[in-house]
C-alpha cells in the first residue's frame, strides 16, 4: 500500500471534468479506476491505496504531464478524494489543505493541485510507492536503533516547521507516516490539525487514533494542546517502530490510569532485548503523562537526537533548565513584592507560576553563544550582559523585558551569551510554556511584539538615522 501528497502554492478555483457528465455531487457515482479528474491538470485514478472515513487515496496518472514544465506535476501522484463533496470530510480536507500549503520541508509531502468544487472534491498529492510505516512493520518486527533516531529525526523536523506555523498536527502514528524515497520518513495527513493554542479547538470531539494519542487528547483536555501534545505522538511511534508492536492494537500497554505511573507507556527496554539508555531517554522523554514535564519544543528534542546520533555532549536538562523552582517560598515571596509594575506582579502570582521563576548570581550563564537550549527569560530583577565574541554589546536591565525569545520560539541556536551581572532573577520558559503564556495574557504577548518590533528597528540597515531625524525636524517646524 502507499500513500502520497505534497505542497504547490498554486491552484486556483477548478472544476472537475466529470460534473457536465454526472451531474449534482449527490448524483454523481464513486470514484474507482478509470474516473477522470480536473483541476489545473488531468488526472486519472488507476488503483486504490487507502479508504478512511470520508474518502480514500488513488493512485493516478497526469494526463497533462510535461517535464518541460516547472509546475507541472509529475506522471504519477496520489490523489485524496471525498466520497461526498459536503459534509464534515470536506471540512478536514479544507483543513488538510491549508496546513500543508502553510509547510514547505522535505519531511511534508507536496501538494501539486486540487479542486474543492464540482462533483468530487479531491487534492493531487506527491506519490510514495512504498507506502506508510504502519505497511511495513509488520514485515520487519524490531529495528536497528539508527532506523529509530532517523525516524524521530525525519518526524521531529516535520514537526518543526509546523510548529513554527503554529500547526498541531494532532493525529501521528504509523499510518501517517510515510517512506520516503532516501531512506527517510515523512509525515502526512493534516486532516485534523488545527492553529496551535486555540482553545477548545475547530474540532467539537477527541482527536488523534487510540494507542497513539496523548492522554490530554484521550480525556478531551482541549485546553491542554500544544506542541507538546505532539512529542507525545512523535514518542508513541517511536516505541512502536523500536518494538515492533502496533499500539492500536494493544490498548493494555496503556498507563494513562495508572495514578503511581510517570510515563505512558513501559519502559522501552523492557521490549527490547538491546536498548541504549540514550534511546530509551529520549522517547520516554516524549511519552511522559504530565505535559508540562515533556520537552518543551521539537527543536529541543531534535537537538538531542543531532547529538547521540553524532556521539556529542548533549546537556538534555540544560543549566537554564535545573535552576527552576529551587527558591524558597519566602524569597520567591519577597521578589514578587519588589516588583513595580502591576500586570508583572498579578502573573508571578498565579497559581504554579512560581515554579518558573530561578535565580542566577554574579557571572553565571544563563545561556551560550551557539547553544541549543530552547529558553526564554522574563526579567524579574537584576541586569544581564549581553555578549558576541567574548565582546559585551548591550546591557539589559529592568522588569518586565524578554531575552531570548526569538531563539526559543523558532528554535535556532543562540546569537549570544548571557550572563548574569550582579544577583538576577528570572522566569525561564521553554517554547510549549512560552506561547502558552503570551496566548494567556495578550498584555504580555503585545509586549513580546513590540520588543521584536524595536529589535528590528535598531537592527543594522533597518533605517537611516540621519533621514528620520531630518523628517522628524521638518514635521516639528510644521
Known amino acids: 500500500m502507499a500513500v502520497a501528497e505534497s505542497s504547490h502554492p498554486e491552484s486556483g478555483t477548478l472544476q472537475s471534468s466529470a460534473e457536465a457528465v454526472l451531474g449534482t455531487p449527490e448524483e454523481a457515482p464513486p470514484p474507482g479506476r478509470g474516473t477522470e479528474l480536473r483541476g489545473r491538470f488531468r488526472y486519472r485514478l488507476e488503483r486504490r491505496l487507502g479508504r478512511g472515513a470520508f474518502g480514500s487515496v488513488f493512485q493516478a496518472r497526469c ?16 490523489v485524496k478524494i471525498l466520497r461526498s463533496a459536503r459534509g464534515p470530510g470536506l471540512s478536514m480536507l479544507k483543513r488538510e489543505l491549508s496546513a500543508m500549503l502553510a509547510l514547505d520541508d522535505e519531511r511534508v509531502p507536496q501538494i501539486y493541485d486540487w479542486s474543492l468544487e464540482g462533483s468530487y472534491a479531491f487534492v493531487v498529492m506527491q506519490y510514495y510507492a512504498s507506502g506508510s510505516l504502519r505497511d511495513v512493520m509488520p514485515l520487519q518486527g524490531p529495528v536497528e536503533e539508527e532506523v529509530v533516531w532517523r525516524l524521530l529525526a525525519d518526524l521531529l523536523t516535520a514537526l518543526d516547521t509546523a510548529h513554527r506555523a503554529s500547526i498541531l498536527h494532532l493525529d501521528i502514528k504509523p499510518a501517517n507516516v510515510l517512506l520516503g524515497d532516501d531512506g527517510g520518513y515523512v509525515l502526512t495527513d493534516f486532516g485534523v490539525s488545527q492553529a496551535s493554542r486555540i482553545g477548545r479547538g475547530l474540532l467539537p470531539m477527541s482527536v488523534g487514533t487510540p494507542g497513539y494519542q496523548a492522554p490530554e487528547q484521550r480525556l478531551e483536555k482541549f485546553e491542554q494542546y500544544d506542541l507538546r501534545t505532539d512529542l507525545w505522538g512523535v514518542g508513541a511511534t517511536a516505541w512502536a517502530l523500536a518494538t515492533g508492536i502496533n499500539l492500536a492494537e494493544r490498548d493494555n500497554l496503556a498507563r494513562n490510569d495508572d495514578p503511581d505511573s510517570i510515563y505512558g507507556l513501559p519502559p522501552l527496554s523492557d521490549y527490547r532485548i538491546y536498548c541504549s539508555p540514550e534511546l530509551e531517554n529520549t522517547i520516554m522523554s516524549l511519552l511522559r503523562l504530565d505535559p508540562a514535564q515533556r520537552p518543551g519544543s521539537a527543536a529541543e528534542v531534535l537537538a538531542r537526537v543531532a547529538a547521540n546520533v553524532s556521539g556529542s555532549p548533549f546537556q538534555a536538562e540544560t543549566f537554564v533548565a535545573t535552576r527552576r523552582s529551587t527558591l524558597s517560598d519566602e524569597e520567591v515571596e519577597e521578589v514578587v513584592e519588589s516588583l513595580v509594575d502591576p500586570l508583572l506582579m498579578a502573573l508571578c502570582r498565579q497559581r504554579g507560576f512560581r515554579r518558573f521563576i530561578a535565580k ?3 557571572g553565571e550563564t544563563l545561556c551560550g553563544e551557539g547553544d541549543r537550549s530552547y529558553y526564554a527569560f522574563l526579567l524579574l530583577r537584576g541586569d544581564v550582559s549581553i555578549l558576541k565574541n567574548g565582546r559585551e554589546t548591550a546591557r ?7 531575552m531570548g525569545e526569538v531563539a526559543t520560539l523558532v528554535g535556532m541556536p543562540r546569537t549570544a551569551t548571557m550572563v548574569a551581572s550582579g544577583t538576577v532573577y528570572a522566569c525561564v520558559l521553554n517554547a510549549a510554556e ?5 496566548t494567556c495574557n495578550p498584555a504580555m504577548g503585545l509586549r513580546v511584539i513590540r520588543s521584536f518590533a524595536l ?7 533597518a533605517r537611516n538615522d540621519a533621514a528620520e531625524d531630518d523628517f522628524l525636524s521638518r514635521l516639528r517646524r510644521t
Open 63 to 78: 494526463l497533462d504531464y510535461d517535464s518541460r514544465r516547472d509546475d507541472s506535476p509529475p506522471a504519477r501522484v496520489a
Open 360 to 362: 542566577y548570581e554574579d
Open 396 to 402: 539589559v536591565s529592568g522588569e518586565g523585558r524578554f
Open 434 to 438: 512560552l506561547e502558552r503564556f503570551v
Open 455 to 461: 529589535r528590528l528597528s535598531r537592527a543594522p540597515g
